[in-house]
């Protein structure tokens, strides 16, 4: 114990000498890691407002009238039982004249001047299409578009795929700023070493001329590195955590979205991001180790 | 306690610092390193206490093949060796106490202890009043005692000074020598290079003179050079009017 406690001291004393080196290191992972986070966040954000969307209806297949060349309703039907046989297909909802002129006095009850104005009979039966994979839209959509009854196909699935894209874009970028910055951050760690073990290049000959093991001498400087990375992620996750918190008050005024992020998330991406900060920090504290622990005079 | 077969040490550039040198140092001796600048002394010392490599041969420390001996247990290998310098090697930031005790705490020992043999070496070499001072108020033969002192805290089977009265006027260094033949007496084999012509002259131990690389001399009872030991009766010169300490000193806390 009395061991350990001399070792921490040791490690306290170097980042008090340090300290302007190891704000820098301390701020390199910070930044790294917010941008990580971040981008999750992000990430996160899109997966539940599209959530929705990707579990609900995918496809709608307005159908013609019979005077259009369309099928009546009996064989409307049947084309419904056709498309629900389908392999792609989890589950097709008929939605006749009557509940489509019910759908529009639902959207449009603020605009009665228009629900008046609309004839129930000119709004057009469809077909609600629920897929296997939202992936599998384009392949539904042109064997919809194929058919003589319906009149016009409409598909969520482009703009799922368009926000896929954001969001794939948004990791590339997050973790790619966070893999270079993440390096920044060892080769910084490792700097701060190197200017500890040169400050105290007095000590440590010391240490090695009384003694002291090689694990010794080298363990307040790991720690250090350890301490600078750790402390690095948790500034970031706590800075996260804080802007989520005001965001989620944001969304209170917006309906429509969700930006409120569930405190498991930031658990879970917590605790792996505090030891990815532990790791650049060990990483670096052995590079530096490495590169100047030899050159003090043994 | 220290023996050396064949030893030899070639530097990078090619300069000869040790030239087949074999010697044979007895638990309790107390042996003087001569030569001039150059002559290999300090090499000796660094080749002990295994900061560096020999080229060719082999060193026994206290039992220990020092040339085969893992990177891992060099440190074990220097707990045996305390290591005395013309510069003190004393860290600024630390008192006197610490500084002792600082050799004590690196290599694990319980504070208690730590305690109690701080206390006992710093009155073996005189400062036990002065444990909360730092560095630079001392004088200099004061930051020689805390450097012998740091050196001998952990009861080391050896005692390895290179030029200790180096950086000293005659009458300090006189000090350090009575430290010096104090710890030998307890039972430290002790070996000090040195170029003190006045010291080896007046303590009448053995000397082992290097020159080139080569060993050119060795002597039980010897002084600085083997012309001056003709010349010069076997007694003390005038500046250290006696070397010789009383018993009581002698079993003191050491």
């Known amino acids: 114990m009395?061991?350990?406690?001399?070792?921490?001291?040791?490690?306290?004393?170097?980042?008090?000498?340090?300290a302007l080196v190891a704000a820098g290191a301390i701020l390199a992972v910070f930044i790294s890691l917010t941008l990580a986070l971040g981008a999750l966040v992000i990430n996160e954000l899109l997966r539940l407002n599209t959530i929705g969307w990707q579990q609900g209806t995918h496809i709608i297949a307005f159908l013609k009238d019979p005077d259009q060349g369309g099928a009546d309703p009996a064989g409307q039907l049947a084309y419904r039982d056709e498309v629900a046989d389908w392999e792609e297909v989890e589950a097709v909802h008929y939605v006749d004249k009557a509940g489509a002129y019910e759908e529009f006095k639902e959207i449009f009850a603020s605009r009665p001047e228009l629900i008046e104005l609309t004839d129930p009979l000119k709004l057009p039966a469809s077909l609600r299409i629920e897929l296997q994979t939202i992936d599998l839209y384009r392949d539904v959509q042109f064997r919809l578009t194929a058919n003589p009854v319906v009149r016009e196909v409409r598909s969520f699935g482009e703009q799922i795929e368009q926000l896929s894209t954001i969001?794939?874009?948004?990791?590339?970028?997050?973790?790619?700023?966070?893999?270079?910055?993440g390096l920044a951050?060892?080769?910084?760690?490792?700097?701060?070493?190197?200017?500890?073990?040169y400050a105290r290049r007095n000590e440590v000959s010391v240490m090695k001329l009384v003694g002291a093991s090689?694990?010794?001498?080298?363990?307040p400087f790991l720690l250090e590195g350890l301490i600078e990375g750790v402390v690095g992620a948790?500034?970031?996750?706590?800075?996260?955590?804080?802007?989520?918190?005001?965001?989620?008050?944001?969304?209170?005024?917006?309906q429509l979205i969700t930006l409120s992020i569930p405190g498991q998330f930031f658990l879970r991406w917590g605790v792996v991001l505090v030891l990815f900060g532990a790791t650049v920090g060990v990483a670096g504290s052995i590079l530096g180790l490495g590169r100047h622990l030899r050159e003090v005079d043994s | 306690m220290i023996r050396l077969d064949s030893v030899t040490k070639?530097?990078?550039?090619?300069?000869?610092?040790?030239?087949?040198i074999s010697l044979n140092i007895r638990r309790g001796e107390f042996v003087f390193l001569v030569g001039p600048s150059g002559s290999g002394k300090s090499t000796l010392v660094r080749l002990l206490l295994r900061q560096e490599q020999v080229t060719r041969g082999t060193i026994w420390v206290a039992g220990k093949d020092v040339t085969r001996l893992p990177g891992w247990k060099v440190p074990f290998l220097r707990r045996s060796i305390g290591t005395v310098f013309q510069d003190f090697k004393l860290l600024s930031t630390k008192t006197v106490s610490e500084n002792v005790a600082f050799a004590l705490e690196v290599i694990g020992r319980p504070r208690s202890v730590i305690r109690s043999q701080v206390e006992q070496v710093l009155e073996l070499v005189g400062l036990n009043d002065l444990g909360g001072r730092y560095p630079d108020q001392l004088s200099g033969g004061e930051q020689q005692r805390v450097s012998i002192a740091r050196a001998f805290v952990n009861r080391p089977l050896i005692l390895l000074a290179d030029e200790p009265t180096g950086n000293l006027d005659p009458a300090t260094s006189v000090g350090i020598m009575r430290i010096l033949d104090r710890i030998n007496r307890s039972g430290t084999t002790v070996v000090m290079a040195t170029h003190d012509h006045a010291i080896v002259n007046a303590m009448r131990r053995r000397v082992v003179a290097i020159d080139q690389g080569e060993i050119v001399r060795d002597e039980l009872v010897g002084g600085f050079e083997e012309a001056q030991q003709e010349e010069t009766p076997a007694a003390p010169t005038p500046i250290l009017p006696d070397l010789s300490l009383p018993e009581e000193n002698a079993n003191g806390p050491v």
């Open chain 1, 185 to 197: 951050a060892v080769i910084l760690i490792s700097n701060t070493i190197s200017l500890a073990i």
């Open chain 1, 214 to 219: 090689n694990w010794f001498i080298r363990v």
């Open chain 1, 2 to 18: 009395g061991r350990f406690i001399f070792l921490v001291g040791e490690s306290l004393t170097n980042l008090r000498r340090n």
């Open chain 2, 10 to 20: 070639v530097y990078k550039g090619g300069t000869v610092a040790a030239r087949d």
């Open chain 1, 167 to 181: 969001s794939r874009v948004l990791n590339l970028l997050g973790w790619g700023l966070s893999l270079v910055l």
């Open chain 1, 234 to 254: 948790v500034l970031a996750v706590l800075t996260v955590w804080l802007a989520s918190r005001n965001l989620h008050s944001l969304g209170d005024t917006i």
